[in-house]
Nanobody
Framework: VQLQASGGGLVQPGESLILFCEVS????????IGWFRQAPGKEREGVSC????????KYKEPVKGRFTISRGNAKHSVFLQMNSLKLEDTATYFC????WGCGTNFGPQYDTFGQGTLVTVSS
């Protein structure tokens, strides 16, 4: 499995960005693709996920109502639309896969990560 995240950049608070994750070699019928982020000096945390089978979607509380995850046209490609960005959204964002479904626990079941894309929110 290979993943590549893209779309990061420098924006001001309140602005938007859309991230893209291209996934190849992922053949799980019931797995999920998740977005994670890691801010400087902090642990990696889950952001959102989407199931590949039934499009079940979950968001972590800090991004609910501001971020939207969606599937792309290509199989297993995923977007993350990020609106109303805040300073605390600054992080390197990664996408990852799991053969388990999309749930509220963004734990070690996500076993394959791609290279991240840096999002910087600064005034």
């Amino acid at each position: 499995v290979q993943l590549q995240a893209s779309g990061g950049g420098l924006v001001q608070p309140g602005e938007s960005l859309i991230l893209f994750c291209e996934v190849s070699g992922f053949t799980s019928e019931y797995g999920a693709i998740g977005w994670f982020r890691q801010a400087p000096g902090k642990e990696r945390e889950g952001v959102s996920c989407i199931s590949v089978s039934d499009d079940t979607i979950k968001y972590k509380e800090p991004v609910k109502g501001r971020f939207t995850i969606s599937r792309g046209n290509a199989k297993h490609s995923v977007f993350l639309q990020m609106n109303s960005l805040k300073l605390e959204d600054t992080a390197t964002y990664f996408c990852a896969t799991t053969t388990w479904g999309c749930g509220t626990n963004f734990g070690p079941q996500y076993d394959t990560f791609g290279q991240g894309t840096l999002v910087t929110v600064s005034s």
